[in-house]
């Protein structure tokens, strides 16, 4: 299985809490990824790749050779900026060449995703390279 293959699934298995901060999600993912996937798999938070900074990058060896992904992870997209900037770092990872995968923890407006999509086309390209992942908030526990 590919890189991209294993943490599209493991990502979406993620069992995450809701967390203060876009670095505790992050921290969260890795310790997640790390307790999953094979010892060798190269986890890396933080990782520069073409003139930008990706939150989480994971190098895996398989059958055919080498593959990696990069994961871009956002909390709360709720406006407009937020999209914006995150839309220039999808753009600059180049999705066409490269697996992305993106994931949006806590809230994310409706509208900003759908624009989202429709930017990188997401709906209408069924062999693309980039994967949106929502992690909505968890509701709290309801008192006893």
């Known amino acids: 299985m590919s890189a991209y293959d294993s943490v599209t699934k493991l990502t979406e298995e993620w069992p995450p809490k809701a967390l203060p901060t876009e670095l505790a999600y ?40 080498e593959s990696e992904v990069f994961v871009e992870l956002k909390r709360n997209l709720t406006q407009k900026a937020q999209l914006d900037r995150l839309v220039g770092q999808i753009a600059s990872l180049h999705p066409d060449k490269n697996n992305v995968i993106v994931v949006l923890c806590g809230e994310t407006n409706p509208a900003l995703l759908s624009r989202f999509k429709e930017l990188f086309r997401l709906d209408r390209v069924m062999w693309s390279k980039l994967t949106v992942v929502l992690k909505p908030a968890s509701k709290p526990a309801k008192p006893r």
């Not at 996937?37 to 190098?59: A, W």
């Open 26 to 65: 992050r921290d969260s993912l890795i310790a997640f990824l790390r307790e999953r996937l094979e010892p060798d798999t190269k986890i890396e938070p933080e990782y520069r790749h073409g003139g930008t900074t990706t939150d989480v990058y994971v190098k895996q060896s398989g059958f055919f050779g």
